[in-house]
């Protein structure tokens, strides 16, 4: 469905279908045709027509009303207006499913990511459970309806994405393919951008806690009175010890010249300017020169725009106001000459080895949850910038309310909680000063 007033123009699944042969572009409805001797299934069908065409007439009436209850316009719409209002008007149907994993569920999940005040980040992981749920459902023969969802069916879910994997294989010329033919039919109906990987115990843990956020809105919004939840032991996800690279590393790696790589002096530049600020890379990427006011930087986290949008306003000092005025002439109004999220994450380490930072740290590993000792630059990335400043904050200042204003992170934030370690470690190097 499309609605538009002037400059308001919005669009929305009305959760509707009907067939495409009897469907009449220009008028906007089903064509009722004409046939002189009826069977039982021609007057299901016209029936299933006319149903489809009073249900179109009955919301376009709604919401119309609806907009003219708001003002017609005169005031201002929230982005998810139109879907939300469908949501209200429409009791999503629970029809029977004509084969494994197409499924009424599916359809509820596809609109709970659609009107939910999510970020595009989590609408994409929203969308990867999506997908899983489909092929367990073909793959396994297993209900995925609301109202028949169990705990041994959440049990039996999780599973599947502990093991999906064990479907790939690799074929003669060493290529990645499907080695289980019934797995390739489920595939090639629900695929993916790649082949699934080993799944950690962490990222099930966070698939199925994204599960539990979606059948849990269902019953508030009286889609189900059915929570498997209830009787399901989700688990906790474990973490190590934040790890970063310290004020001195910094500096060293911010002195270090990279004549075989000049590009990478570049990315260097961003990355030590990245870890003066310490958000996000995803904010990081969409920063412009006017988020400079004042000499701090000012932004609003991505991930808080949706909920209880806030303000960050990080002070730069000297360094980071020195690399800004050494890019005066980016394109446009973008404040450094930023790259993709993942050559950046491939220039950190290569930039962190090459200039002599490879320092062993603890790290666990996503699949055993075995600890792992490695090179800090082997197990670099962009968020490392976010815990270069939150760390090195700690250390100096143990004020986490001051800290988390300048990060960005949320009142009682479990990741920020988790920079308390790093207590044990200096009280570990005090220790060994003692030696």
């Known amino acids: 469905m499309r609605f538009f007033h002037g400059r308001f123009n919005q669009r929305a699944k009305t959760n509707l279908f009907t067939y495409i042969d009897y469907w009449d572009e220009k008028g906007q409805c ?22 489809v065409n009073k249900d179109l007439e009955d ?16 005031i201002e719409f929230p982005d998810k207006w139109l879907s939300s209002k469908l949501l209200d008007r429409i009791n999503i149907p629970k029809t029977e499913m004509k084969v494994a994993g197409d499924s009424a569920t599916i359809s509820t999940l596809e609109h709970f990511i659609e009107v939910h005040d999510i970020s595009e980040s989590q609408k ?60 390739q039919e489920v595939y090639d109906k629900v695929p993916e951008s790649r082949f699934p990987k080993p799944r950690g115990k962490n990222d099930i843990i966070g698939t199925m806690s994204r599960f539990r956020t979606f059948v849990k809105w269902a019953k508030r919004n009286h889609l189900t009175n059915n929570d498997p939840f209830d009787e399901y032991e989700m688990g906790q996800p474990v973490y190590g ?99 993709c999220a993942q050559d950046y994450n491939r220039n950190i380490k290569k930039m962190l080895r090459l200039a002599g930072i490879d320092r062993k740290v603890t790290v666990i590993n996503s699949l055993t949850r075995e600890e ?27 004020d986490p309310n001051l800290i988390a204003k300048i990060s960005g992170h949320v009142e009682n934030s479990k990741a920020f909680n988790r920079y308390r370690n790093i207590d044990e470690e200096m009280a570990k190097e005090v220790i060994m000063k003692l030696e």
Request: charged fraction near 30%; charge should be positive.
């Open 241 to 339: 010890t934040p790890f970063f690279i310290t004020k001195e590393e910094r500096n060293q790696l911010y002195a270090a010249k990279f004549p075989k790589n000049p590009g990478l002096e570049i990315q260097r530049d961003i990355f030590v300017f990245h870890c003066f600020i310490g958000c996000r890379v995803g904010d990081l990427l969409q920063m412009k020169k006017s988020n400079v006011i004042n000499g701090a930087i000012e932004y609003v986290p991505r991930k808080t725009k949706e909920g209880r949008p806030i303000t960050v306003r990080v002070p730069l000092g000297p360094t980071a106001m020195e690399i800004l005025e050494r890019y005066p002439d980016v394109k446009g109004d973008r404040l450094l000459p930023f790259t």
């Open 30 to 51: 089903n064509k009722i045709p004409k046939i002189r001797f009826m069977s039982e299934e021609k007057t299901a069908l016209i029936k299933n027509l006319q149903q």
């Open 59 to 74: 919301i376009s009436t709604f919401i119309q009303e609806e907009f003219i209850k708001m003002g017609a316009g005169k």
């Open 124 to 183: 994409r992981q929203y969308k990867v459970l999506r997908r899983a749920l489909q092929r367990f459902s073909l793959y396994t023969r297993i209900s995925i309806e609301l109202d028949d969802l169990t705990a041994d069916t959440l049990r039996r879910f999780a599973d599947y994405l502990s093991t999906e994997y064990i479907y790939i294989g690799k074929d003669s010329d060493g290529k990645p393919c499907i080695i289980d033919s019934r797995y």
């Open 372 to 398: 792992e000792q490695h090179p800090i630059w082997e197990v670099a990335s962009s968020h490392m910038a976010r815990r270069v400043l939150i760390g090195n904050l700690y250390r100096e200042l143990k």
